[in-house]
């Protein structure tokens, strides 16, 4: 058997660790690292000899921290949620844990006032969620959306009833080039329309100016996977009706830039914590 002070060097997810045997082994048989060094089981390695696991490895730290000291620390931008999620898949268990939750739920009722307001928008949402079949099948892809949509949501708390995300976007380039297309089609349809060949520069440049606008916002966020993931509208109502099943009114709408004789140019998607109402980005 391998002395404690084994050198163990893991790669999760492409992200590099270097531990020992007996940090990794403190929390007893029952945790994922017993079973991985028992030898009892094939092992993965990377091209170095690492120990390779095939998760994601930036939400690994603070649970090694925790192996080593006792103590976990959380950076901020680490969702809670996504930690306790790994140290679940470990097996391994971190009382603390529900006190950064609580602790977050503190900070959020002193900014809303009396703690009544959307105290649902934490980061334990995802994970002490009622598990619903149809969400499950998404879940991958729809966690990765609600994670950034509820800190959005919190961080928004208090300006309203009404909280809206940032824009879901596709990438600049794709509203770019739908842009083009846009002009073509315009000129096909209307270029003997004098109104039109009169406004078509300043058209233009409303328009960029605008895309300028929301892919500059900080709340912004571009992914062309989501927004593929989005646009099948059983995607999107499977995450309302999961959202509704745990307390949370949500609704998606269509971001579009509108503009010249009704024509307009889709952008993405954003999300509503209220019952949607249209969803254009207003002059």
Not at 13 to 19: E, I, K, W
Not at 193 to 214: H, I, M, P, Q, T
Not at 216 to 227: F, R
Request: net charge negative; with cysteine; proline share 3%.
């Amino acid at each position: 058997m391998e002395g404690d002070e084994e050198i163990i060097e893991l790669n999760i997810g492409g992200v590099l660790y270097t531990t020992t045997r007996g940090t990794l082994l403190n929390q007893g048989k029952s945790s994922f690292f017993s079973g991985l060094l028992s030898g009892n089981f094939k092992q993965n390695r990377d091209k170095r000899g690492a120990l390779f696991i095939d998760r994601d490895g930036q939400y690994f730290a603070p649970i090694l921290e925790y192996l080593r000291t006792g103590y976990v620390n959380i950076p901020k931008g680490i969702p809670i949620e996504c930690v306790a999620r790994e140290a679940t898949f470990y097996s391994i268990d971190i009382p603390s844990l529900y006190l950064h939750e609580l602790e977050e739920k503190q900070e959020l009722a002193s900014v809303v006032g009396g703690g009544e307001i959307n105290m649902f928008i934490t980061d334990s949402f995802l994970q002490k969620r009622q598990r619903v079949q149809a969400y499950e099948k998404i879940s991958d892809t729809a966690d990765g959306i609600l994670n950034v949509v509820l800190r959005q949501f919190r961080e928004k708390s208090e300006r309203g009833n009404r909280i809206e995300s940032g824009c879901l976007v596709r990438p600049r380039t794709a509203s770019d080039s739908q842009l083009v297309q846009l002009l073509k089609t315009i000129d096909a349809n209307e270029g003997r329309n004098n109104e039109w060949v009169g406004f078509r520069e300043s058209y233009v440049n409303n328009v960029k100016s605008r895309l300028d606008n929301v892919y500059s916002a900080p709340d912004t966020v571009v992914d062309i996977d989501w927004i593929t993931f989005l646009t099948i509208e059983k995607n999107q109502q499977t995450i309302c009706n999961f959202c509704q099943s745990n307390g949370l009114t949500l609704g998606i709408e269509k971001v579009e830039i509108q503009g010249f004789f009704n024509y307009s140019i889709y952008i993405g998607f954003k999300f509503i914590h209220c019952p949607p109402t249209g969803g254009k980005i207003k002059d």
